[in-house]
């Protein structure tokens, strides 16, 4: 598991225990873990979301 994946998870986990502190703070929370990986992927350009699906290809494959 990358460590990015890792912050993600986190982020959630700690969003769902803020729930019972503060319902808004916690959406709040879970929409920023999945919200700012989401938007630095929209803000590449077409060839470095190729470059990038290439790479992950790659991983899956094994080589």
Known sequence: MSGRMKFAIAGII?????FIVSPWLAIGVIVLAIGIPTGMYLMLDPSQRRRL???RRRRQIGG
């Open 53 to 55: 699906k290439e790479i």
């Open 14 to 18: 700690l969003g769902l225990i803020l």
